[in-house]
């Protein structure tokens, strides 16, 4: 088998975030707000649950099904934003919305304030975007691969933390939902830029 250096990607991806878990159009989601730096890059799994179909004459499977599937985003927010924090931990991420509050009363004068308690049992659903490298970029051109996805929900454990020698960071892990609407791309699309 040949090889084709040009197939092995290397690099960072950016991660943007939408209010909208419905939006219609990948254009609309273009304009969805950049999270900001991450670390460790991002990584996007596929987590198949298969089923073996037993039968007494073989004493093994026969036959496998896949029972259930499981699609998740992870990464780690590098940028100690309060509204990076609201992302991490599922609450409303947009300054003088729901949950982050510009000079909220008692809190003083330029001020940010992020107001976290009891959730509705319902989390909030996000429209997510990562942009990085595909096949065949290069210093003189750069391809990107995108990956579109419309109903993202931040639902991984997640800690603030604030050390001397270290980087306050947000981990955050998204569980990815189908839209039963978007027939044979529910998870969402992966586009490589030719």
Do not use: C, H
């Not at 900001?36 to 037993?54: C, F, K, L, M, Y």
């Amino acid at each position: 088998m040949a090889v084709n250096v040009a197939n092995i990607v290397v690099g960072e991806a950016t991660i943007k975030l939408g209010p909208s878990a419905n939006a219609t159009t990948i254009a609309a989601m273009d304009n969805f707000a950049d999270v900001g730096a991450t670390q460790n890059g991002v990584e996007i799994s596929w987590e198949p649950d298969i089923v073996d179909i037993e039968i007494d004459q073989y004493g093994d499977a026969a036959k496998l099904i896949q029972s259930k599937v499981k699609v998740m985003v992870k990464t780690t927010l590098a940028e100690a934003t309060l509204n990076n924090l609201a992302i991490a931990w599922n609450y409303d991420d947009v300054t003088d919305g729901e949950d982050i509050k510009a000079n909220f009363a008692g809190s003083g004068a330029n001020t940010n304030t992020f107001l976290f308690g009891s959730q509705n049992v319902y989390p909030r659903e996000k429209g997510l975007v990562i942009v990085g490298s595909a096949p065949g970029s290069s210093a003189a051109a750069v391809k990107t691969r995108s990956y579109y996805t419309k109903r993202a929900v931040s639902m991984e454990s997640s800690m603030i933390s604030m050390k001397r020698a270290e980087a306050t960071m947000f981990a955050v892990g998204f569980r990815i939902l189908p839209k039963t609407e978007d027939t044979n791309y529910e998870y969402g699309k992966i586009i490589d830029q030719q």
